[in-house]
Every structure is written in C-alpha cells, then in structure tokens.
C-alpha cells in the first residue's frame, strides 16, 4: 500500500538481467530518527526548492506537514508536526453503529426506529476551544416495511460553528417487520409469483 510505501527506509529489487539487486534509499532521514514518522517524499523544483511532505502518528492521531523552499526543511518539519499534536484535538462526532437518531414513525405502524451511524467520524478543533456541533438528518423518502438490519434509511451531516464538516450514512439498526397480519398475507401472496392460483 502507499502508506507501507512512503513508510520504507531501504528497499532492494531486481535489476533487469544483474544477479545481485538494486537497493533503494528513502531520502526522508525523518524516517530513521524518529520512530513515529511514517512518510511522506521529499522532492525538489526551481520554483519550491527543497520540500517536504512528512507524516507523524502518535496515539491513533496522524498530522501531515508540508514545507515548501525550507533550508531547514527537516527542523521545520518536526516542529510543525509537534505543534499539529500540541494545539489541536480530535474530537468524536460519531462512532461507528451509535444511535444517532430514535423515534416511533406512523409510517412504520408506530414501531420505534433507531439509525445508527455506518461509520465513525471526527473533526478537528484547537486545543481548548468549545464547538458548537450541529447534526442534520434526513431520512429515506417513503420508507415502508420491512427495513433489513443494517438497511441503508437515512444520511446524517454535520457541521460545527456552522461549517459543514461532512455526511455519512444513517443504517438500520435492527430489522422492522410489518405486524399487520393482512399485509403479512398479502406480502406472503404477492410473494408467490405467477405460480399462484386465485379461486373465485
């Protein structure tokens, strides 16, 4: 994969007809002096100059740096990173399968509907400042019986301080059949096919 890839410090491959391979040097030194550095690629043009794209994981959290004609690209590189994990928190919008919306629905015959979350999803904010989370919902237009478990019947998107953040899909989170028995008959006849004889 690419984040395997960007991660690798050395790599040998074969060198066309040459019995001994080709070995491959990471130009990122970030890789070998920091354990928590897991990529990206240095590069270089005339108009950026040296540049850095690198990459840090420190307890589930990953924050990028990107520095562009730095003639300390390595120093400014950590430091940016550091101050990504310093001044910023994530914050848990939603977990995955969390209820994000219950009520008893006349369409459904009454019966409680519960959607939860197909996903989970976060944010970002400064360090200290409080957010004000909205969550809009929408539900599937003419939903009826029966819903399957895990049935897609909705969306969910968020925004926080009024900037849309993103959406994510509202799933069933159990089954719901019909309990009216003449509309369990006429699903179970119209089930039936053409196979079916009518009598009068």
């Known amino acids: 994969t690419f984040a395997k890839i960007v991660d690798t410090t050395r790599k040998t ?9 080709r070995s ?12 928590e550095v897991d990529g990206v690629k240095t590069g270089y043009t ?4 040296r540049c850095l794209v690198s990459s840090m994981t420190r307890e589930g959290r990953q924050v990028i740096s990107v520095v562009l004609k730095s003639g300390q690209m390595w120093h400014d590189s950590i430091k940016l990173l550091n101050y990504g994990f310093d001044n910023f928190n994530r914050i848990q919008l939603a977990a995955k399968d969390e209820v994000i919306y219950s009520a008893r629905l006349e369409a459904l ?46 969306k969910v998107t968020f925004y926080v301080d009024d900037e849309l953040k ?3 899909p509202l799933l069933a989170k159990e089954k719901l059949t019909t309990k ?9 006849l119209t089930n039936q096919g053409p196979s079916l004889t009518y009598l009068k």
């Open 13 to 21: 491959i074969s060198w066309g007809s040459h019995e001994y391979g």
């Open 46 to 49: 005339d108009a950026a100059g």
């Open 109 to 154: 015959e009454n019966q409680r509907l519960e959607m939860v979350a197909s996903q989970e999803f976060a944010t970002v904010a400064s360090e200290g400042k409080e957010i004000k989370v909205r969550k809009e919902i929408i539900i599937k237009d003419n939903l009826k019986l029966p819903i399957a478990k895990k049935e897609q019947i909705g």
């Open 166 to 168: 993103g959406t994510i």
């Open 24 to 35: 491959l040097l990471n130009t990122n030194r970030l890789l070998r002096r920091f354990d």
């Open 180 to 188: 009216n028995k003449f509309n369990k008959l006429w699903q179970w």
